[in-house]
């Protein structure tokens, strides 16, 4: 058995996995995000005994623990480089968990190089060699697989698609450069456009759905589409268009099998997915020269895709 | 000893290879581009035997001939998909030429794969197992070298950097997309981007520079810019601003140990090489948190890149 430990900004969630992938006992602890490091790792640990506890069975039943956490992870050294939301900055976080369970092997990663390898060890597309997860919710996180193996570049650091300029000179992004895919693809950058045409079309069916719903989502054009409201169809085609040509530029370098589409937007299913990969057809470069095409799928694992990635580590 | 031969749209070049890669023969023929296919393996099987009569050899003598070609090549099925200037649609060239010489293996690429697996073997960067190769010429290449090995995605297909849009909805790309980073960044692009510039201030230097050699290049902006032309530095400076957000989007994506330039513009030199390596040092995802820097160099191979490239997919 295997526990996997989903770090996010909010909630640590762990989970005690078969090596099918499948979460035999659950458990969360809030985050701590602003607290010293040894106190969330504290909390982790905690967490841990939690979960051995329902499950009736020592840490020695445990094959290793696996962790999935946001931000820059040099999975090598076991050190978090950097994460944006919690304070972590220079932690060695697996010598430190290691003052806990001395004796069980422990693996870190960054969250979407995580999820992008429990989709390939326990997803739907687990036939596929060659896949790349991106997930698009607060940011666009990307996790690539090269031949059923995690590919992260020096130091841990690649796989950073989210940070890829699409517009030259466009608006500012977190990592200091103009334009980036990220800009114009999260969720977080669908709220603003969703609002920007919002305020140009007080009349949109949009303006409905929030003051039903309590406030701008990335689900508030969507649905508003759904209704054939004229404003919200056109927020949502071109922001179809964005998520569209970031892919097709992952899918020229890479030419994967497969990109799984997870975060947050890909509850919006066939409605997001469908045109993604009418998209992708269209502007794959070579496919009428005879270049294979490249499917665009929702990612399987949904809600347990972070402790099921995180679980995956150890395998 | 190894046969490489680089097919370009204006000659066939061929070279008798050492394992250390010293070019020790060499022979070319013109490429009779509009030819049917039949007669250019001709060609090139000839081209081998003229190689094998210099070096006072048989056929026998040689580990495998290597053939770098531009365009989509599958080099699995040993098919060239499409090359866009030489009249090859799917061509299976492996095959025909083992009309020539049935017992001689023959191993086929694209040729900016070919080029970097020539930098990694013979150049100066083959202490460095992760490099990307990138040519700026009349488009832009892209060749990718992983852990040692060559990337080429699915068919083969995958390594288009040049086909990434940098600018959403920009002017229209070979490829069908818009604003893809070939449309901005290779040397073709600059003489359109000098072209323009000089019409706006035909005052500039760079009117006498083309005047004295005839017609604009990919070098009458650095030849002015040499001399301090304002209008000439602001041509070179936006340039450079183009080809280093390609380079940081791939940089973001491999963090390879260094990216290594290629191609016409490369012979720029330092003018060239030395603001892209500034450029990325600014840009470069998470660098103010540790994460590794990628290194910009010049290519190594220079001229002879092509035939070293080819004889380079033997080993």
Redesign the interface.
Same mark, same amino acid.
Request: aromatic content about 12%.
């Given at each position: 058995m295997i526990i996997g430990i989903d770090i996010g900004g909010m909630s640590v969630k762990g989970g005690i996995v078969d090596r099918n992938g499948k979460i035999l006992h659950r458990a969360s602890v809030e985050t701590k995000a602003k607290a010293d490091y040894a106190e969330i790792i504290a909390d982790i640990a905690h967490l841990i005994d939690v979960l051995l506890k329902s499950a009736g069975i020592g840490i020695e039943k445990i094959l290793g623990i696996g962790m999935g956490i946001p931000g820059?992870i040099d999975s090598k050294r076991g050190v978090i480089?950097?994460s944006n939301n919690i304070n972590f +900055?220079?932690v060695p976080i697996v010598s430190e968990l290691k003052k806990y369970y001395a004796d069980t092997p422990v693996y870190i990663n960054n969250d979407a190089n995580a999820a992008a390898l429990g989709e390939y060890r326990f997803g739907e597309a687990k036939e596929y060699k $060659?896949l790349v997860f991106m997930t698009f919710g607060t940011g666009v996180g990307?996790g690539i697989i090269?031949d059923g193996k995690l590919?992260?570049? !020096? #130091?841990s *650091? %690649? *796989?950073? %698609?989210g =940070?890829?300029? +699409?517009?030259?000179d466009?608006p500012k992004c977190t990592? %200091?450069?103009r334009g980036c895919f990220e800009v114009?693809a999260s969720a977080t950058a669908l709220v603003r456009q969703t609002k920007a045409a919002m305020k140009k079309h007080p009349e949109s069916l949009m303006t409905k759905v929030v003051s039903e719903r309590g406030k701008v989502s990335g689900r508030t054009a969507f649905l508003a589409a759904k209704e054939d409201d004229p404003t919200a169809k056109k927020v949502v085609a071109r922001y179809i268009?964005?998520v569209g040509?970031g892919l097709? $530029? +992952?899918a020229? +370098?890479?030419?994967?099998?497969v990109i799984l589409i997870g975060g947050g937007m890909s509850n919006e299913g066939d409605a997001f997915i469908a045109p993604l990969q009418g998209f992708m057809d269209e =502007?794959l470069? #070579?496919m009428k $020269? #005879? !270049?294979?095409r490249?499917a665009v799928q929702k990612a399987s694992l949904t809600n347990d895709a972070g402790i099921l990635g995180a679980a995956s580590l150890v395998l």
């Open positions: 820059t480089v950097y +900055i220079d $060659n990307t090269i590919f992260e570049g !020096n #130091g *650091a %690649g *796989a950073e %698609g =940070h890829t300029v +699409i517009r030259l466009g990592c %200091g450069r114009y268009q964005y040509e097709v $530029n +992952i020229n +370098i890479f030419r994967p099998d =502007h470069f #070579g $020269n #005879g !270049n294979p490249v």
